[in-house]
């Protein structure tokens, strides 16, 4: 479970807060999408749960222990992040790029190893195939999977995402969104996507948090948030794609 | 009629802040060492150089002896070779240092602020050797140059008298200070301080950075020149030791040790720095020790200098007493 | 002007071996840069601190080579200590910060040092006075031996960042650091590491340097020019651009005093300002990612 509580940051030279005061509760196994314009404070409060970026105040526990007191290293190791430019390391192959942090923890060479081909295969990558390639021999959206398989390599519990999709054509980013929820499901992880795309945060999330300006302003499933959205910020969002989809249809030739 | 009021009250408060420093140097010209008060003066000129680079620019510079040494040999070239009056001397050696960074600039300028940093001390090493071996023929090489009695007196103020040497080299100071302070209130002032915050916004709103820079640089080290001038005046003497890369460092340390950007920073730095210099020197011999590692001590925990570190009280009551002040004059 | 062959011979070997000096110490400062963003001066106190200690305990035991080994750690624990006590607090600021920083530790250990050795400068035997012959000229086998041992270095640290995990996730690091950290691993442990490899080897670049000069407790400081020019030059942040480099200057300054000696030590300064003239980050400068 992530909570977060009261949860602020303001940056240096700033006048305002970025973030916060922000209250927060994801339940064990629970996938939840953080939707915002940009400059709402989302990303930093993703940076925030794995203490890349430090708060000003406030706190962020995990499964009830206070992280401000934790080693931050063994923080990350149990969350996995991936990074909104994908972020594999271009000098490295896939399979060095995935077993990074198993080696640099020594873990025994054949358990790396297995757990390489594993996590491939899970991802939907032939190990055979793509365990030798470079980053660069690879498709956008071969990269997510990659980065994927990476951010599972050290047997998280939970994952963070920051615009995974962003930089994929849509049909890959459909199929990647929903096998994303498969593996989800699959390892009983509890996560949070961050994301700009309500249609996205529709099809993927259990719950959707909406925030502007660094604040929450709802929180709920997508059937509560079209229902009764709190305010007109929340209302216009949240109609995007349903509009989407009727201009679609008409644009079509369809009647709306 | 209400904007050209405030604009006068705020001369007035700053006219007030720097005549309140010329009356307290005043007085320690009166009752301090006069050799002392004449290096801590030409000291706080070459700094003031220095911490406009660094206070409005943000370019750290390890290399101000090199523009130094341009400003003492210019002038000692002139009043050892040709002329003997000081304030010609003094004219040749600004004259040097202004062309010195008219050339230079452009190729420093453009670089980044670490590379800036670095390509300054690399220059000050080659002036170093320049002056030291391979224009022996002129320079003296270690020798040096000595013209302390070939130059003529001066009217009004005899440069070549220590006594009132430190009466020009405290309005010279004055000088320097109030026109540092004249630029903070221009848009040139503005735009630089806003190419060291955010260069690409500066750009976006049609300001050149190059140029900006440019001119900052050259406005810098052409005062840096200036205190290189004055040196070879006073000293009637120049050699290589001068423009010596092992002191790089102390515009920068004493910049910071006044606190970076603030008016009054050269000059306070340089009264603690010589001050230092002479009782550490005489009490335990090792300067490097202490000096290197106080720098250490004032990145770690004070990089706001002495009187950026003054207690915030302290100061909000001096601004209120220039205020006052301001007030009491319209 | 003619110049004879057997003079350019052994300039060039003079060279070479320079080149090599200017090599192992321009490295660490280029290896810093690139993965701390710090600009670290005082790798010339550990140049100087590897020097002074090759001296001491050649002096105590005969054994010039026992010296340099015993410099490299003097070296790599000096700089392990100023990592842990003082780069650790800076390296969130401006590469400009941590460079006055470093200047201080410079200076400040340069006053250790003559509080320690004193100001006399201090002769190291060369271990050995062999001559090797190369098409006519005699060569000092002991100027080869420091040419092998950059080039071993160079291939050393080759081979350990591009053949091992460890070295591998420095130049992921070097690459993005941000992206190493969210995936768990300490960078903390990379940056000490790669601080105390820079510290040794400039260490190592002083012990073996010892017997060509006098070692005095200055001699940081006449160093600190050329290789502040070799790292300019290559780019900081880049082993290949710092080799070459390293070898450029190397023979400016040899074959420059051939020509004509007070010109060879602003040769470098030229090339410099042609270089950034050309390109503001060097030959093979990494474009710097804000954090």
Redesign the interface.
Same mark, same amino acid.
């Given at each position: 479970m992530i909570e977060l509580r009261q949860l602020r940051k303001r940056f240096d030279h700033a006048d305002h807060d970025a973030v916060g005061p922000l209250d927060l509760r994801v339940p064990p196994g629970e996938l939840l999408a953080l939707v915002g314009t940009s400059g709402s404070g989302k990303s930093t409060t993703l940076h925030m749960i794995n203490r890349l970026v430090e708060p000003s105040a406030g706190s962020v526990l995990i499964d009830g222990i206070d992280i401000s007191g934790q080693d931050p290293v063994a923080l990350r190791r149990g969350i996995g992040f991936v990074f909104q430019a994908i972020g594999l390391f271009a000098h490295m192959s896939v399979a060095d790029n995935i077993a990074i942090t198993p080696r640099l923890l020594r873990w025994p060479r054949d358990e790396v190893a297995a757990r390489v081909d594993g996590l491939l295969e899970l991802v939907h990558l032939d190990p055979a195939i793509y365990r030798a390639r470079m980053p660069h021999q690879l498709s956008g959206g071969q990269r997510q999977r990659a980065a994927f398989a990476r951010a599972l390599a050290a047997r998280p519990r939970i994952m963070l995402m920051d615009e995974p999709f962003g930089a994929l054509d849509p049909l890959t980013r459909d199929e990647l969104s929903a096998e994303f929820r498969t593996i989800h499901e699959k390892l009983g992880l509890t996560s949070i996507i961050v994301t700009h795309d309500m249609t996205e945060a529709f099809l993927l999330a259990d719950r959707i948090a909406v925030m502007r300006a660094g604040r929450l302003v709802q929180i709920g499933t997508a059937r509560a948030l079209l229902a009764d959205p709190a305010d007109e910020f929340v209302r216009q969002m949240v109609r995007m794609p349903r509009l989407r989809a009727a201009r679609l249809a008409r644009a079509m030739g369809e009647p709306g | 009629m209400t904007a050209a009021k405030s604009l006068a009250s705020r001369a007035l408060s700053w006219w007030w802040g720097i005549a309140a420093t010329l009356l307290a140097t005043s007085l320690c010209a009166v009752l301090l060492p006069t050799p002392f008060m004449n290096e801590v003066m030409i000291f706080a000129i070459y700094v003031s150089g220095c911490n406009f680079l660094i206070g409005r620019l943000g370019f750290i510079s390890f290399g101000q002896p090199a523009y130094l040494a341009i400003g003492a040999y210019c002038t000692a070239f002139y009043l050892f070779y040709v002329g003997t009056n000081p304030l010609v001397g003094l004219g040749v050696g600004v004259l040097g240092g202004l062309l010195g960074a008219i050339i230079i600039g452009p190729f420093f300028v453009r670089l980044r602020s670490d590379y800036f940093a670095m390509v300054n001390l690399a220059l000050a090493v080659v002036l170093f050797y320049v002056t030291q071996k391979l224009l022996v023929s002129i320079t003296g090489g270690d020798n040096g140059l000595w013209f302390l009695t070939q130059m003529q007196s001066t009217p009004l103020l005899d440069l070549t008298a220590p006594a009132q040497f430190l009466w020009f080299a405290i309005i010279v100071a004055t000088a320097v200070t109030v026109m540092f302070k004249y630029l903070d209130g221009t848009i040139f002032g503005a735009c630089c301080l806003a190419s060291r915050l955010n260069e690409d916004k500066l750009q976006f709103i049609g300001y050149d950075n190059f140029k900006i820079r440019l001119v900052a640089f050259i406005i810098a080290n052409t005062v840096t020149a200036l205190a290189g001038a004055m040196y070879a005046i006073y000293f009637g003497f120049v050699s290589p030791e001068m423009g010596s890369p092992s002191r790089a460092a102390e515009p920068v340390i004493v910049t910071l040790l006044g606190g970076v950007g603030t008016l009054a920073g050269p000059l306070i730095g340089a009264f603690a720095y010589t001050g230092m210099k002479d009782v550490i020197s005489n009490l335990i011999g090792n300067w490097e020790l202490f000096i290197g590692f106080l720098l250490v001590f004032i990145m770690l925990v004070a990089d706001q200098g002495i009187w950026g570190t003054l207690p915030p009280a302290a100061r909000a009551l001096l601004v209120h007493l220039r205020r006052a002040a301001g007030r009491a004059r319209n | 002007m003619s110049l004879d062959p057997r003079l350019v011979m052994s300039s060039v070997i003079f060279g070479l071996s320079i080149g090599g000096i200017y090599f192992l110490l321009a490295i660490g400062l280029s290896l810093c !840069?690139g993965l701390m963003r710090i600009?670290s001066l005082d790798q010339l106190l550990y140049y100087s601190i590897g020097a002074f200690v090759t001296y001491s305990v050649g002096v105590a035991t005969g054994q010039f080579w026992l010296g340099v080994a015993a410099g490299a750690a003097a070296g790599g624990l000096a700089s392990l200590a100023v990592e842990r006590l003082?780069f650790r607090?800076?390296y969130a600021r401006?590469?400009?910060?941590s460079?006055?920083?470093s200047?201080?530790?410079? !200076?400040?250990?340069?006053?250790?040092i003559?509080?320690v050795w004193g100001v006399v400068p201090r002769p190291v035997e060369v271990p050995t006075l062999a001559q090797f012959d190369v098409l006519g000229t005699q060569i000092p086998v002991y100027r080869l031996i420091i040419v092998g041992i950059a080039v071993v270095v160079y291939a050393l640290i080759w081979a350990f960042l591009h053949r091992t995990?460890?070295g591998?996730?420095i130049?992921?690091a070097i690459?993005?650091v941000?992206?190493v950290?969210?995936?768990?691993?300490?960078v903390?442990r990379l940056f000490t590491l790669t601080f105390v490899i820079a510290g040794a080897l400039s260490g190592l670049a002083g012990g073996v340097y010892a017997p060509l000069i006098l070692v005095d407790p200055?001699m940081g400081?006449e160093m600190?020019?050329f290789v502040?020019?070799v790292?300019?030059i290559g780019g900081?942040g880049s082993i290949k651009g710092t080799a070459i480099s390293a070898l450029i200057i190397g023979q400016v300054v040899s074959l420059g005093s051939l020509i004509y000696a007070?010109?060879a030590?602003?040769a470098p300064?030229v090339i410099?300002?042609a270089i950034?003239?050309i390109r503001?980050?060097?030959l093979f400068g990494v474009a710097?990612t804000r954090r």
């Amino acid at each position: 479970m992530i909570e977060l509580r009261q949860l602020r940051k303001r940056f240096d030279h700033a006048d305002h807060d970025a973030v916060g005061p922000l209250d927060l509760r994801v339940p064990p196994g629970e996938l939840l999408a953080l939707v915002g314009t940009s400059g709402s404070g989302k990303s930093t409060t993703l940076h925030m749960i794995n203490r890349l970026v430090e708060p000003s105040a406030g706190s962020v526990l995990i499964d009830g222990i206070d992280i401000s007191g934790q080693d931050p290293v063994a923080l990350r190791r149990g969350i996995g992040f991936v990074f909104q430019a994908i972020g594999l390391f271009a000098h490295m192959s896939v399979a060095d790029n995935i077993a990074i942090t198993p080696r640099l923890l020594r873990w025994p060479r054949d358990e790396v190893a297995a757990r390489v081909d594993g996590l491939l295969e899970l991802v939907h990558l032939d190990p055979a195939i793509y365990r030798a390639r470079m980053p660069h021999q690879l498709s956008g959206g071969q990269r997510q999977r990659a980065a994927f398989a990476r951010a599972l390599a050290a047997r998280p519990r939970i994952m963070l995402m920051d615009e995974p999709f962003g930089a994929l054509d849509p049909l890959t980013r459909d199929e990647l969104s929903a096998e994303f929820r498969t593996i989800h499901e699959k390892l009983g992880l509890t996560s949070i996507i961050v994301t700009h795309d309500m249609t996205e945060a529709f099809l993927l999330a259990d719950r959707i948090a909406v925030m502007r300006a660094g604040r929450l302003v709802q929180i709920g499933t997508a059937r509560a948030l079209l229902a009764d959205p709190a305010d007109e910020f929340v209302r216009q969002m949240v109609r995007m794609p349903r509009l989407r989809a009727a201009r679609l249809a008409r644009a079509m030739g369809e009647p709306g | 009629m209400t904007a050209a009021k405030s604009l006068a009250s705020r001369a007035l408060s700053w006219w007030w802040g720097i005549a309140a420093t010329l009356l307290a140097t005043s007085l320690c010209a009166v009752l301090l060492p006069t050799p002392f008060m004449n290096e801590v003066m030409i000291f706080a000129i070459y700094v003031s150089g220095c911490n406009f680079l660094i206070g409005r620019l943000g370019f750290i510079s390890f290399g101000q002896p090199a523009y130094l040494a341009i400003g003492a040999y210019c002038t000692a070239f002139y009043l050892f070779y040709v002329g003997t009056n000081p304030l010609v001397g003094l004219g040749v050696g600004v004259l040097g240092g202004l062309l010195g960074a008219i050339i230079i600039g452009p190729f420093f300028v453009r670089l980044r602020s670490d590379y800036f940093a670095m390509v300054n001390l690399a220059l000050a090493v080659v002036l170093f050797y320049v002056t030291q071996k391979l224009l022996v023929s002129i320079t003296g090489g270690d020798n040096g140059l000595w013209f302390l009695t070939q130059m003529q007196s001066t009217p009004l103020l005899d440069l070549t008298a220590p006594a009132q040497f430190l009466w020009f080299a405290i309005i010279v100071a004055t000088a320097v200070t109030v026109m540092f302070k004249y630029l903070d209130g221009t848009i040139f002032g503005a735009c630089c301080l806003a190419s060291r915050l955010n260069e690409d916004k500066l750009q976006f709103i049609g300001y050149d950075n190059f140029k900006i820079r440019l001119v900052a640089f050259i406005i810098a080290n052409t005062v840096t020149a200036l205190a290189g001038a004055m040196y070879a005046i006073y000293f009637g003497f120049v050699s290589p030791e001068m423009g010596s890369p092992s002191r790089a460092a102390e515009p920068v340390i004493v910049t910071l040790l006044g606190g970076v950007g603030t008016l009054a920073g050269p000059l306070i730095g340089a009264f603690a720095y010589t001050g230092m210099k002479d009782v550490i020197s005489n009490l335990i011999g090792n300067w490097e020790l202490f000096i290197g590692f106080l720098l250490v001590f004032i990145m770690l925990v004070a990089d706001q200098g002495i009187w950026g570190t003054l207690p915030p009280a302290a100061r909000a009551l001096l601004v209120h007493l220039r205020r006052a002040a301001g007030r009491a004059r319209n | 002007m003619s110049l004879d062959p057997r003079l350019v011979m052994s300039s060039v070997i003079f060279g070479l071996s320079i080149g090599g000096i200017y090599f192992l110490l321009a490295i660490g400062l280029s290896l810093c !840069f690139g993965l701390m963003r710090i600009i670290s001066l005082d790798q010339l106190l550990y140049y100087s601190i590897g020097a002074f200690v090759t001296y001491s305990v050649g002096v105590a035991t005969g054994q010039f080579w026992l010296g340099v080994a015993a410099g490299a750690a003097a070296g790599g624990l000096a700089s392990l200590a100023v990592e842990r006590l003082i780069f650790r607090r800076i390296y969130a600021r401006d590469p400009t910060f941590s460079m006055i920083t470093s200047f201080g530790l410079l !200076f400040g250990g340069i006053g250790i040092i003559k509080f320690v050795w004193g100001v006399v400068p201090r002769p190291v035997e060369v271990p050995t006075l062999a001559q090797f012959d190369v098409l006519g000229t005699q060569i000092p086998v002991y100027r080869l031996i420091i040419v092998g041992i950059a080039v071993v270095v160079y291939a050393l640290i080759w081979a350990f960042l591009h053949r091992t995990i460890v070295g591998k996730a420095i130049r992921a690091a070097i690459e993005n650091v941000e992206h190493v950290e969210g995936l768990g691993i300490n960078v903390g442990r990379l940056f000490t590491l790669t601080f105390v490899i820079a510290g040794a080897l400039s260490g190592l670049a002083g012990g073996v340097y010892a017997p060509l000069i006098l070692v005095d407790p200055m001699m940081g400081l006449e160093m600190l020019a050329f290789v502040f020019m070799v790292v300019i030059i290559g780019g900081l942040g880049s082993i290949k651009g710092t080799a070459i480099s390293a070898l450029i200057i190397g023979q400016v300054v040899s074959l420059g005093s051939l020509i004509y000696a007070p010109a060879a030590q602003m040769a470098p300064f030229v090339i410099m300002l042609a270089i950034l003239l050309i390109r503001p980050t060097g030959l093979f400068g990494v474009a710097l990612t804000r954090r």
